[in-house]
């Protein structure tokens, strides 16, 4: 969504969550504060925490339920309504956009209607918007020769006031979608 590029994930890395109902999900991603994690999760956790308040199927949440830890697994699968509620606490929905190379978009988030209205409101958003439908489209990541492609996109983009399909026109009606040519394979490629 900014621009930056998520690197893979190393195969050794476990990438799950400790299973601890009895803490709320920002304690349980301590995990990811270790150096070896940190390097990746310093740029998006910023940005996903602040949809903390939705859950896995998009209802919106003000408070988290926080249960018992002395129930053991068995007694979940039991009965799953039977867990104590040891607490209820506010959601902490506050997080940060950072090193996005927009200083008007860097800075601190309150919620998630606070960063959806500043990134609604970022060109360079925008611009890396552009640059993806690009890059599905034309089915390839672009050269510095497609600058202009992508800048002449933008503008009709913004021209028409964020029309898809104007972008889309724009896009497919260029030189870099109408003269394409077929990747150059290796000797040695099927």
Known sequence: MLGGRV??????????????????LRERMRVTREEYCWKCHKSMDPLGLVFEQYDHIGRFRVKEIVTDKEKTDVEKRRDPNSLDVLKIVPFDATGAITDSGDPKLD???????????????????EQVFVRHVFRFFLGRNETLADGPVLVAAHKAYRKSGGSFKALLASLLTSDAFLYRTAPVLAKNSP
Request: glycine share 8%; charged share 25%; aromatic share 6%.
């Open 7 to 24: 690197p893979e994930v190393p195969i050794t890395v476990n990438a799950m969550l400790p299973e601890e109902p009895h803490n709320g």
């Open 107 to 125: 800075g601190p988030v309150n919620g998630p209607f606070e960063f959806i209205e500043k990134v609604a409101e970022s060109e360079r958003v």
